[in-house]
């Protein structure tokens, strides 16, 4: 992967959905549930996998395909490096873990600790994920169909944030004893929510993708790939870039140009786009009209 610089990190998406399927069909995923929330796989003696594709993908010997969004250069890229990546991202959280949160037991008998349990829930529970509200929790059940090399450094960051706060919170039992006695709910809650859109076809994620855009709530990025490549990732699309890319450029071009959208599938995503883009409602609801009219007029 020497080819590969870092600062092209966020460009570079590799694809293991097609990985993950033969995961699951060889037994090597165990897609059963966990009896416990601490599980996971320990790598080179001191990096946690909470993933086990992941895990599985560390110790393939098959080479991940991959493509640069920008320049569409395309790769295939050896686990090995990957694992690499990943561990750099975990000793960062692991450090920012101790630098941020960690408190000796003397500090613990000084502060209020209640705010400090409350601040370590904030970010375990919610808003301490990269892109996401449910925190380093989420890397107990994230599931990748794409990620770019910076987002799996991302993911080892929290991962390593993760893996240190549970070891600290063990050591206190008494601070920390009602810890996840009214969070586990959220771990849960975001998968649940997804799964309701798990039928959404690649056109309707496209028309999602123009209403988000059009509104200006993606993060901001040079090029139209790198934001579709980044709401892959988001959404956790099971789709190609470049056909995600084709179904939005399609999408568009019903709604705004040929007025012939099907007005019940842009119906079937305004409840996506309430929970996650709620800006856009209004949007949406005039399109709905407009295409209506057009429908009425034409029949």
Known sequence: ???????????????????????????????????????????????????????????????????????????????????????????????????????????????????????????????????????????????????????????????????????YIKLNPTIFKDFHATNDKYSEQPDKQESKYSNLTVLQWGAIFHYADTTNLLPKSKTKIAKLNTFIEKHKIETTLKHLRTQYYKANNQINKYNNYPIDKLEEIIPFLKQHYPQTIGLIKNDIEILQEYKDENE
């Open 1 to 167: 992967m020497s080819k590969i610089k870092e600062k092209d990190f966020k460009n570079i998406c590799c694809f293991v959905s097609e990985f993950n399927k033969k995961a699951e069909q060889n037994g090597e995923v165990n897609l059963t549930p966990r009896e416990t929330d601490s599980e996971y796989i320990e790598i080179n003696g001191d990096v946690n996998v909470y993933s086990q594709h992941l895990a599985v993908l560390f110790f393939s010997i098959e080479p991940i395909r991959a493509q640069n969004s920008i320049t569409l250069e395309r790769y295939e890229i050896n686990p090995k490096d990957l694992l690499a990546i990943y561990t750099e991202g975990y000793k960062e959280g692991v450090k920012q873990f101790s630098d941020e949160y960690r408190l000796t037991m003397k500090d613990l008998t000084t502060i209020d600790t209640e705010n400090h349990v409350e601040a370590l829930k904030a970010s375990y529970f919610h808003n301490g994920g990269w892109m996401s509200l449910n925190g380093w929790v989420s890397a107990k059940s994230t599931v990748f169909s794409s990620f770019t090399l910076e987002r799996l450094k991302e993911f080892g960051k929290e991962s390593g944030l993760l893996s240190e706060a549970d070891k």
